[in-house]
């Protein structure tokens, strides 16, 4: 049985977490827009705040394999439910633009290790695609 209140409330708990994970992002770029920048300041607080994080996304997980067993009528019915979801979805996507940018700042001013420095191909979103298309021809 799916416990509609329960996935309500997780859903706020994984949007609050979000919104805090968006300040301390942007809290960063500002940080690194600035001739201050600390890296080991916000990697501390990334690191505080990854368990919770991890902790909500299990129970989140939990509630989505129930959710999609749900008759449609009955997911189109609960509107908090799926606008919490939407809303939820734009955070994560805001949090990982702005990481991005925040990484190539951290890039350029020589403050991500040598171990963390992204593959080139990241930056060629059809890089995957022409590989199977070059390959394919052999």
């Known amino acids: 049985m799916m416990n509609l209140t329960q996935l309500s409330e997780d859903l706020s708990t994984h949007a609050a977490l979000c919104e805090e994970l968006l300040f301390m992002t942007q809290t960063e770029s500002q940080e ?3 001739a201050r ?3 080991f300041q916000f990697t501390q607080r990334r690191k505080t705040l990854l368990p919770r994080l991890d ?3 299990g129970r989140l997980r939990e509630h989505r394999s129930r959710w999609l067993h749900l008759d449609a009528a009955v997911r189109q019915q609960n509107e908090q439910i799926n606008s919490a979801l939407c809303r939820n979805q734009q955070l994560i996507m805001k949090v990982v633009a702005l990481d991005r ?6 890039l350029r001013r020589g403050l991500l290790p040598a171990s963390q420095v992204p593959s080139l191909n990241r930056e060629r979103p059809h890089f995957v695609a022409e590989l199977y298309r ?3 021809k052999t």
Do not use: F
């Open 32 to 34: 690194l827009a600035s």
């Open 55 to 57: 902790d909500c996304v």
């Open 134 to 136: 070059r390959y394919a």
């Open 101 to 106: 940018d925040n990484e190539q700042a951290r």
């Open 37 to 39: 920048a600390e890296s």
